[in-house]
């Protein structure tokens, strides 16, 4: 974006779509939405464009990008799927999981994407929105969480603008996004299946598919999306596990830990992951000096969650 320019926000109707592809293929950022969270796009061929995605988020350029195709055959041009990533990429495609396989040398996704790793990872979103957009580019596009960098992820329209605003020319409005949590990643690499982030599909829908999966673990060199510890981090300081507050917190409840917003009262996993960044996003702005979160199951999507409050609460 130029000096002066102001960040607007759609309905991602048709005409919307039309001036995201035409943004894009400018080389320019949009701001789409996916069944996951919001995601910042950029053409994944244009290498000066996929630059501005980190300088947008102040991202650290050795956390590689993921990359959005319309369908499983268009993997095919980029990596090489191997009868496992094909099992998967069937189960759980369109979708939120990505595959990290390794790279073709006659991919034309831009080296900055995969920030030096041989490897590339890929996802078919499952969202309308995202999906028009990439219909109508033609090409694959980068696209991480539309935030800056180790912030909260944001899930409604709104959020990109308060974290983004003045840096991306268009966010598409569909709305607040149905999984709240981002994709789940797996490596295939040698036909060996490594889980490298928890999230929207939990290890035990993944193993139906791989069998026993291994887990990286955090003192992995960073090999996909959200493996930095300090991630997904709210401004306040933030306390896990609590099953009361001070004044001086905002309590994140669970269950039945009521608290000043209740990830699910009923305890459903899923209506937590979909709540979990909307709630901190309002815990931030509470007004309070820092954030209480309630504990939270381990087993299924709580995995998910419990991983993304740890890195939000690991130390600066």
């Known amino acids: 974006m130029t000096a002066g320019e102001t960040t607007r926000i759609r309905l991602a109707d048709m005409a919307a779509i039309a001036e995201a592809a035409a943004l894009l293929d400018a080389g320019e950022l949009v701001a789409i939405p996916t069944e996951t969270v919001y995601g910042l796009a950029a053409d994944a061929t244009n290498g000066a464009a996929v630059a501005r995605i980190y300088a947008?988020?102040?991202?650290?350029?050795?956390?590689?990008?993921?990359?959005?195709?319309?369908?499983?055959?268009?993997?095919r041009g980029h990596a090489r799927m191997e009868p496992l990533a094909q099992a998967l990429a069937a189960r759980f495609w369109p979708g939120p999981l990505t595959l990290v396989l390794p790279r073709l040398e006659s991919s034309p996704v831009a080296a900055l994407v995969t920030a030096g790793l041989p490897t590339v990872a890929l996802r078919v979103p499952a969202h309308r929105a995202m999906q028009a957009v990439l219909a109508a580019l033609g090409r694959p596009l980068a696209a991480p969480s539309a935030n800056r960098s180790g912030r909260l992820s944001p899930t409604h329209a709104a959020h990109v603008r308060e974290s983004l605003a003045g840096r991306v020319p268009l966010i598409l409005d569909a709305g607040p996004t149905s999984a709240g949590l981002e994709s789940s990643i797996v490596s295939v690499v040698d036909g060996k299946a490594r889980l490298l982030r928890q999230g929207a599909i939990s290890r035990e829908q993944l193993e139906e598919v791989t069998g026993p999966l291994e887990i990286a673990e955090d003192a992995d060199p960073v090999a996909a999306p959200g493996m930095l510890l300090n991630h997904y981090a709210p401004a306040l300081p933030l306390r896990l596990n609590a099953a009361s507050a001070d004044a001086r917190e905002f309590l994140i409840g669970f269950g039945a830990v009521a608290g000043d917003a209740n990830?699910?009262?009923?305890?459903?996993?899923?209506?937590?992951?979909?709540?979990?960044?909307?709630?901190?996003?309002?815990?931030?702005?509470?007004?309070?000096?820092?954030?209480?979160?309630?504990?939270?199951?381990?087993?299924g999507l709580g995995a998910?969650?419990?991983?993304?409050?740890?890195?939000?609460?690991?130390?600066l």
């Open 304 to 315: 998910a969650i419990n991983d993304r409050l740890k890195r939000a609460a690991a130390p």
């Open 56 to 75: 947008a988020k102040g991202r650290p350029s050795f956390n590689p990008l993921i990359v959005h195709l319309p369908n499983g055959e268009a993997a």
């Open 263 to 299: 990830l699910s009262p009923s305890g459903d996993l899923v209506e937590a992951a979909a709540n979990l960044f909307d709630f901190l996003h309002r815990a931030q702005s509470s007004g309070r000096t820092a954030i209480a979160v309630a504990p939270i199951p381990t087993h």
